[in-house]
């Protein structure tokens, strides 16, 4: 059973890991829902200051991960430009971890609107099934999506930030700047960082992309982005009057 625990994926067997919505992925979902659940609720009750440290130790603790893993793979030689913080969980963790030291209302929109719904997508739709529950890459990978996570459902939750639709153009400020970047890394180096040159294996937008070709794959791909970021903006408006709380703590001195 642990005789897996470091192996790369491709030292495992094709039908050794786990599938999708099946016992293990259950569990870690329901376990990520109650950590965030109980966490959250005795999160609120501390106060700004105790809040301030829980969210630099957390964001600190991701990094710590993502470092780890990166170190592991160095380690077993399977470091590769793919592994570099370019799709948006990467980025989310330095996001992430600038809001928790530095409260900027730019951080602060970039992490609930981009950063938490791609880390949920991530965990719905995981893209490390091939390993199994006693891998350090499993472990490591939903340890580090829990995180992207729970950091912002606290800051929501708290009313330590509350997005507002009014930011939304730092939101595409933040798109059309990496974005591009991106894009010219993916070309330079044959990658796929976040898609922008073809969709992944069951991707929704697959069947454009075959049909018509990459133009209108790409724009379907940004619509549907938009699309998405003006639902998020809806939930998160709910989530907010919920919670019942609007306080806001921007460029804390503490």
């Not at 409260?103 to 099934?129: K, N, Q, Y």
């Amino acid at each position: 059973m642990f005789g897996d625990f470091f192996r790369y994926w491709d030292e495992l067997p094709e039908q050794g890991g786990f599938s999708l919505f099946g016992w293990i992925h259950m569990g870690w979902l329901v376990g990520i829902v109650s950590v965030c659940l109980v966490v959250s609720h005795r999160y609120r009750r501390v106060d700004a200051a105790t809040q301030d440290k829980i969210l630099k130790i957390l964001a600190t603790a991701s990094v710590c991960l993502e470092s780890l893993k990166d170190i592991y793979l160095i380690l077993i030689g399977e470091m590769g430009i793919s592994y570099l913080p370019f799709e948006m969980c990467g980025l989310a963790i330095f996001v992430e971890l600038g809001f928790a030291f530095f409260h900027r209302e730019f951080l602060g929109e970039i992490m609930c609107v981009i950063s938490m719904p791609g880390a949920m997508a991530a965990l719905l739709f995981p893209d490390w099934t091939r390993y199994p529950l006693f891998n350090y890459m499993h472990i490591n990978s939903f340890l580090i999506h829990g995180l992207l996570v729970l950091i912002p459902v606290l800051v929501l939750t708290s009313g330590r930030y509350k997005p507002s639709i009014k930011r939304i153009w730092q939101i595409f400020l933040f798109l059309f700047t990496v974005v591009p970047s991106v894009y010219v890394i993916n070309r330079i180096w044959g990658c796929n960082f976040m898609f922008l040159c073809y969709p992944s294996n069951g991707s929704p937008f697959l069947s454009v992309y075959l049909r018509h070709g990459y133009v209108p794959y790409l724009i379907t791909y940004a619509v549907a982005v938009i699309l998405c970021i003006l639902v998020i903006y809806g939930i998160l408006d709910k989530i907010a009057s919920f919670c019942g709380k609007n306080v806001v703590y921007i460029n804390r001195k503490n």
